[in-house]
């Protein structure tokens, strides 16, 4: 398979390439005018660090896509790269490119800063990869030295305008080391590819008090120009988008209200995205009509693939595109056209066999990492009963267990004593499964260096944060986007204007605006003459916080149960709590990230009676969980038998004078326990750990989503 890549960056070397073309070609390539030609795209996103295999518990939507639990443990770059090898073998034309954030998310990017990342994924052969937001999570220099030093493929992104200065040590900037678009010879199938980074890496990145080194520019704008620059010269356009789902698809008329406006996604044939964590399959279809006799006569359309995250699956796109007959690619009528596609999302499990060249370039990584850090080391077990997971996420969209935990641990570290805790539900990156929590799990779970800051904050301020946590989580399906400890509130995620309890906040996105109707203000808010003074109407936000208490257990309890009802209000006559009192002073724990103006928390980012204690989050939530009992639901540890292994869970007899325990032929690798196959119980195997149940720090009210 003949495979070259050409670059053109800038005006005036696609200028001079469109006159020098037959020089930059060292060889004849086949004439393709009006044919179909066949091309696959191999597509990855959101790897996050996982190059090497990791265990996890498949959700309903893995398991449907073929993330099958018996095939654990999943991801790992060498299957990737046995995988990317298999797929160039039943492929003449391929081309392999990656949306973005394939730093952190594991404890070989804390170890190794970047630079495992990117000499595996250059050895692997990866082709380019747009710019995600986790590239800049240890800044910008150390970006442009991982780049510099290992990167052979190209990094794109054309809507930040680059104001980096140069790194005195390297002699380079971001600039130098990125560019717009990249232009693919593949076999004589001219291919441009677009990059688009997501604008809200500006506030989802920490980097203390340097600058990110761009101006984000409009996407839909650089996407429109790029596109002008670049259609002529290319069969097929291509945008490889970290911009998230949401925002891939307002590329497309669908979310134009003009129907007459020229749209982003003109002329552009497939969005390749990610940033979400999503998989679509099958691919969504955007209408991209461009105005043409053809458009009218066929459907026009952008193709959109996300192809998932956390190395669990290689994305295969197989084209065919029917090359144009005059090779005037500018005239619409006339230019080259997907016309048919097929998409297998194929996931990275242990059926996939290691690549041999890319094992052994990965061992080195292995042996510093486990004697640096003792991945393997349990220090605790999970045991919920009737399910597998401590979750992340809550089902009711509040508070949810796991945020509870690393939020009381917050709380309850040693110095910070304070009377509540902030953490954002973002920065959990995973659940704990059931069975043995090792300390590679807790790297999987807190991927970033975050760290407890102790913050003294007004009433007022906590009232302006949760507003505002309120109002984000309204806008993602009233999900939660902070977790907690020590405080409750019902967070209203659209209140009723004409009932008795309305919110009164004026919408931070528009204080200055004076409306008069509601249609003045964004996101549907009203106007509202009670937000303002007697003469001036204000936008009052629809979401807000309200009924804020502090304390645990605010909640009323079950009289029947005991449990505490965790949809219920607070009842002021009975509950021990304090309401929150807007002039009263606060002692806080909250995460640096946050405490930063990380993903919007302008509030926290202006108080300025920050200290940072320096400890991370993993390591505080690593000393709550060993001071946990070694007990779950009343059972010790030396009694609760560890069937987390692929082979336990069998019914057994055993073969000595007890029927119930000892060696088995029903158990090749384990003992009979108790009539199961089992490894052993859980003090047997890994000493005197805590055990985590369902009941510590379970889920219960502490955010209750309200609809008026």
């Not at 747009?130 to 794109?156: C, I, M, R, Y």
């Not at 930040?160 to 600039?175: C, H, K, R």
């Not at 913050?455 to 309204?474: C, H, N, P, R, W």
Request: glycine content about 8%; aromatic content about 6%; some cysteine.
């Amino acid at each position: 398979m003949r495979h070259q890549r050409i670059t053109w960056v800038g005006v005036a070397a696609i200028c001079l390439a469109t006159c020098l073309s037959g020089c930059l070609i060292d060889e004849d390539q086949p004439d393709l005018a009006g044919q179909d030609v066949r091309l696959t795209i191999i597509h990855t996103a959101d790897i996050h660090s996982r190059l090497f295999p990791y265990n996890m518990v498949p959700n309903t939507f893995d398991q449907a896509y073929g993330l099958l639990p018996v095939n654990a443990p999943f991801g790992g770059i060498a299957r990737i790269s046995t995988m990317v090898k298999r797929i160039r073998v039943s492929s003449e034309r391929s081309i392999w490119l990656d949306s973005g954030d394939a730093w952190e998310g594991a404890a070989i990017f804390n170890e190794f800063k970047g630079e495992a990342e990117i000499r595996a994924l250059s050895l692997a052969g990866m082709e380019g990869e747009v710019l995600g937001n986790h590239e800049f999570d240890l800044g910008t220099p150390q970006l442009v030295k991982e780049l510099n030093a290992w990167s052979q493929f190209p990094h794109l992104v054309a809507d930040y305008a680059w104001e980096d200065p140069v790194d005195p040590t390297t002699g380079m900037s971001l600039q130098d080391l990125t560019t717009p678009f990249q232009m693919y010879d593949v076999d004589g199938l001219k291919i441009g590819v677009i990059g688009l980074g997501n604008e809200d890496t500006l506030l989802s990145s920490y980097m203390g008090n340097t600058t990110l080194g761009f101006r984000p520019i409009d996407p839909g704008t650089a996407l429109q120009q790029y596109v002008a620059l670049i259609r002529p010269m290319c069969d097929l356009v291509v945008v490889l988008s970290h911009l998230g789902l949401d925002d891939d698809e307002g590329l497309s008329s669908s979310e134009v209200d003009d129907p007459n406006a020229s749209l982003p996604n003109q002329n552009v044939d497939l969005i390749l995205g990610g940033h979400l964590h999503i998989v679509t399959n099958p691919p969504k279809l955007l209408p991209a009509d461009d105005g043409s006799t053809y458009c009218q006569n066929n459907d026009c359309e952008t193709l959109l693939v996300h192809s998932g995250a956390f190395a669990k699956y290689v994305g295969r796109l197989d084209l065919v595109v029917h090359v144009s007959d005059n090779g005037d690619n500018s005239d619409p009528e006339h230019r080259s056209r997907i016309t048919s596609y097929a998409y297998v999302n194929q996931p990275v499990d242990s059926t996939i066999p290691d690549d041999p060249t890319m094992a052994n370039f990965m061992w080195p990584y292995s042996v510093q990492l486990n004697q640096d850090i003792d991945l393997n080391g349990v220090f605790s077990y999970v045991d919920p009963p009737g399910t597998a997971t401590i979750d992340r996420n809550d089902a009711s969209g509040g508070d949810s267990q796991l945020g509870n935990l690393v939020a009381r641990a917050m709380q309850l570290q040693q110095g910070v004593d304070a009377q509540f805790a902030f953490t954002n539900s973002l920065g959990i990156r995973a659940d704990f499964n059931r069975g043995p929590l090792t300390n590679e799990q807790m790297f999987n779970v807190f991927p970033f260096e975050n760290t407890i800051v102790v913050i003294y904050m007004s009433g007022q301020e906590v009232k302006d944060t949760l507003d505002f946590v309120a109002q984000e989580s309204s806008l993602r399906g009233c999900r939660s986007q902070l977790q907690q400890a020590g405080i409750t509130w019902d967070m209203v995620c659209r209140d009723d204007p004409t009932g008795p309890s309305p919110c009164t906040s004026i919408d931070p996105g528009s204080p200055d605006t004076v409306c008069h109707v509601d249609t003045d203000c964004p996101s549907g808010d009203r106007c509202d003459v009670t937000a303002g003074d007697a003469t001036i109407n204000k936008c009052v936000t629809r979401a807000c916080a309200q009924n804020v208490y502090i304390g645990d257990s605010c909640r009323p309890k079950d009289p029947n149960t005991g449990l505490i009802q965790s949809d219920s209000p607070v009842d002021p006559t009975t509950t021990s709590c304090t309401p929150l009192s807007l002039d009263g002073l606060y002692r806080v724990a909250v995460n640096n990230y946050i405490a930063a103006g990380g993903s919007g928390f302008i509030v926290l980012q202006r108080n300025t009676s920050q200290q940072d204690t320096g400890v991370s989050l993993r390591d505080s939530l690593t000393v709550f969980l060993r001071q946990q009992p070694a007990m779950c639901d009343g059972v010790s540890t030396s009694s609760i038998l560890d069937f987390t292994d692929t082979e336990t869970s069998k019914v057994c007899k055993a073969t000595g004078s007890d029927p119930q325990n000892g060696p088995s032929t029903d158990c090749p690798s384990h003992m009979c326990v108790s009539g199961m196959c089992a490894q052993g119980t859980v003090q047997q195997l890994w000493g005197n750990v805590s055990c985590l149940d369902e009941k510590i720090e379970a889920h219960d009210g502490r955010i209750r989503p309200v609809f008026q």
